[in-house]
């Protein structure tokens, strides 16, 4: 398996500008989350699903924040209108059946936005 | 408030010194804890998963232990292959799959 790939794996945009991030999870894993993480709050995780169903979004800065789960295979996060205070890295994570003793959780590459 | 807090926040060795790093955690249930390492540009990756008091693992030159209040990652003989930075989380029972992470100790080790 190629493990979790997340595009663009590099954004650069405007203020105001429409963000979408996206994941594909390893195939066959059932839960997925969504993280940010910068210099200076660390990794902080904003949603996570079960089975496509978003669980707890608690985490999710505000209504510019949406995140979506259309299938097993693919998850969006997007940012709308995007602000500076949003650049940071995203990364995506996903964890299988397995994984539900140990907690590992196995993570994309990130994808690093910079609003200016 | 589950808290996980890390130290030190930056730590600089020699190759061959060993030291430990620190992860306070102030939760409501632990679940587990979890060390993950992150390479620049790279997602956290998997070290070890602790569930009680007195539980320890092995990795090479990575032994990570755990106590009621903190966890200590322990690194022996550390070669420059080691740098990196170390993070520790927990999961608590009351709050279903998702990690809750510390801040981090970036580690370098110098030849």
């Known amino acids: 398996d190629a493990g979790v790939i997340q595009s663009p794996r590099h954004e650069v945009t405007e203020m105001g500008q429409e963000v979408t991030l996206r994941c594909k999870p390893i195939?066959?894993?059932?839960?997925l989350f969504w993280y940010r993480q910068t210099m200076m709050r660390g990794l902080e995780l904003l949603i996570y699903?079960?089975?496509?169903?978003?669980?707890?979004d608690s985490g999710m800065p505000e209504d510019r924040f949406s995140a979506k789960m259309p299938n097993a295979s693919f998850s969006t996060l997007k940012i709308q209108p995007s602000e500076p205070r949003d650049s940071a890295v995203y990364f995506c994570?996903?964890?299988?059946?397995?994984?539900?003793?140990?907690?590992?959780?196995?993570f994309g590459e990130g994808s690093r936005l910079t609003v200016l | 408030e589950d808290q996980v807090t890390q130290s030190p926040e930056a730590l600089r060795l020699q190759e061959g010194e060993s030291s430990s790093l620190n992860c306070s955690y102030t939760?409501?249930?632990?679940?587990?804890l979890f060390w993950y390492r992150q390479d620049p540009g790279k997602g956290p990756e998997f070290l070890f998963t602790?569930?009680?008091a007195g539980e320890e693992k092995e990795k090479e030159r990575l032994k990570a232990t755990l106590t009621k209040k903190e966890s200590f990652l322990h690194i022996t003989a550390p070669k420059p292959e080691d740098s990196a930075t170390y993070l520790c989380?927990?999961?608590?029972?009351?709050?279903?799959?998702?990690?809750?992470f510390g801040q981090g100790t970036e580690l370098s080790v110098k030849p």
């Open positions: 699903f079960n089975n496509n169903v978003p669980i707890d």
């Open positions: 994570a996903s964890r299988g059946v397995e994984e539900a003793n140990t907690g590992e959780l196995f």
């Open positions: 989380a927990v999961q608590t029972y009351n709050q279903g799959g998702k990690l809750i």
């Open positions: 939760v409501s249930g632990l679940r587990g």
């Open positions: 602790l569930y009680s």
């Open positions: 195939s066959g894993h059932d839960y």
